[in-house]
């Protein structure tokens, strides 16, 4: 087994009762057969998302943005949580875990049963008129009937899922409980995100700022490696997740 993985679970373990914050970014949900932007194959390399996804691109001409969204929500709402998932839903019901912030809009963490969830990004199970204001579940309008799917309130072309586009705000109430989070943990698991996007990425530099482990689960090194996590398990969070799990149950009997 990886040396890291035990290492992992007695730092847990040591940390005790929610003081282990989890932040999660895209890698969380490849195992979902959700791809990553910057992975190869799938969705991306049609659609650049910094362009599709871009509010302004919307608000000018919100069908194109949808040509995108039409095949993420097809690829999001067909998606299962996997053992990753399901490793940090146990990890919350144990008592470690005290909250996930996650990047993520696929409301994955919470259908594998984490109660306590930050979505940096919002989701994609609503969508907002950006006329008349009223909100739908996606389940409304998709399946499309038309691109873009119209309101059926007052009839408008402009009704955006409910996830934050590029050239939005995070919501500040995401960013001043993931700040609070990350100043009071004692071990950060920075999971599947390449640390570049932020201010997500901050929330391992104001962990490790107040004396916090940061273990990173990638199988690949990103910027924080070496710099910001004190080590790194270099596999799929779907395979070393539930090895963590065993493990602290060995701890703790
Ligand atoms: P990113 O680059 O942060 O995520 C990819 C990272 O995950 C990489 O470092 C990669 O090495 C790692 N990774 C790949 N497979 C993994 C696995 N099985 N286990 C653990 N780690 C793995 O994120 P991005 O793709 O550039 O996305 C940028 C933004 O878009 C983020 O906010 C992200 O959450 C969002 N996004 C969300 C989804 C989703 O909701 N599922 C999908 C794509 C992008
Ligand atoms: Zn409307």
């Known amino acids: 087994m990886n040396e890291n993985i035990k290492r992992a679970a007695e730092d847990i373990v040591k940390a005790g009762k929610k003081k282990v914050l989890a932040l999660t970014g895209a890698g ?17 390399e049609k659609f650049n998302p910094e362009e599709y996804a871009h509010i302004d691109t919307f608000r000018k001409d919100p069908g194109k943005s949808w040509s995108m969204l039409k095949d993420l929500l097809d690829v999001i709402l067909k998606a299962e949580p996997n053992p990753g998932h399901y490793g940090l839903a146990e990890l919350e019901k144990m008592g470690y875990l005290s909250c996930v912030i996650t990047q993520n809009v696929d409301g ?10 930050v979505e940096f990004h919002g989701n994609n199970q609503w969508v907002i008129c950006l006329d008349c204001h009223k909100r739908y579940e996606i389940a409304t309008v998709f399946p499309l009937q038309e691109i873009p799917p119209r309101c059926k309130d007052c009839g408008g072309n402009k009704l955006k899922p409910d996830a934050i586009f590029f050239g939005e705000m995070i919501p500040p109430e995401a960013l001043s409980r ?11 698991l920075s999971i599947g995100t390449s640390a570049v996007v932020y201010p997500a990425a901050n929330m391992p530099e104001i962990a490790k700022w107040n ?20 080590y790194i398990i270099e596999e799929t969070v779907g395979h070393a997740m539930p090895q963590i799990i065993a493990e602290i149950k060995k701890l703790t009997g």
């Open 28 to 44: 969380m949900s490849v195992e979902s057969s959700i791809p990553p932007f910057r992975g190869k194959g799938g969705l991306w």
């Open 108 to 117: 994955l963490h919470q259908r594998s049963g984490n109660r306590e969830v």
């Open 178 to 188: 993931s700040e609070q989070e990350a100043n009071n943990c004692k071990v950060l």
């Open 211 to 230: 004396g916090a482990t940061v273990i990173e689960i990638n199988p690949e090194k990103t910027p924080f490696t070496f710099q910001i996590s004190d």
